[in-house]
């Protein structure tokens, strides 16, 4: 079930010796990025343009990928998202690949999906508090990254990713 993930997943990045430090932490990161970015989008059991346009935005800008290189990642995303039976498969790849900095960035990213399309449900906040956990992200993390999106949102501001 995982087997295509992996393989994206190691076909675009390469371990630096034994360390398991990311030669590229970036490339690692909007992979497993993009598949908890499409298990936000369905949290609320209500998928709208918005969160997809949320989620395709950040995997774009914040990774700086081509729109090709987008939409394979967000559909590969979409496609291991359907058959997975837990979230600690993708949150797993983050724990072991990421810098605690990427794990907040990664929370923060959840945040403006949920937010993306103006209303944040219960299930989508219980979801990012789940991620969190899982990538060892502090309570205090997880809320300065809710406040900072919630910050931009009042103010106006589009949610940039």
Same mark, same amino acid.
């Given at each position: 079930m995982l087997r295509s993930i992996r393989q994206f997943f190691d076909s675009r990045i390469q371990l630096i010796g034994g360390s398991g430090q990311a030669a590229d932490p970036e490339h690692a990161l /909007?992979? $497993? %990025? $993009?598949?908890?970015?499409? *298990?936000? %989008? /369905?949290?609320?059991?209500? @998928?709208?343009?918005? *969160?997809?346009? #949320? @989620?395709?935005? #950040?995997?774009? /800008? @914040?990774?700086?990928? #081509?729109? *090709?290189? %987008?939409? *394979?990642?967000? /559909?590969? #995303?979409e496609q291991e998202a359907d058959g997975a039976t837990s979230l600690f498969q993708f949150t797993s790849l983050i724990d072991k690949h990421f810098s605690m900095e990427q794990k907040k960035r990664v929370v923060e990213m959840l945040w403006r999906v949920a937010f993306a399309d103006a209303h944040k449900d219960k299930y989508e906040e219980y979801l990012v508090r789940k991620v969190a956990d899982l990538l060892h992200v502090s309570d205090v993390d997880f809320i300065r990254a809710r406040h900072n999106v919630e910050m931009e949102c009042a103010s106006g501001a589009s949610v940039a990713v």
């Open positions: /909007r992979l $497993a %990025t $993009a598949a908890l970015l499409v *298990e936000m %989008t /369905r949290a609320d059991h209500d @998928v709208n343009e918005k *969160e997809r346009g #949320a @989620v395709s935005d #950040a995997v774009q /800008r @914040v990774f700086n990928l #081509a729109p *090709e290189e %987008t939409q *394979e990642l967000v /559909r590969l #995303a």
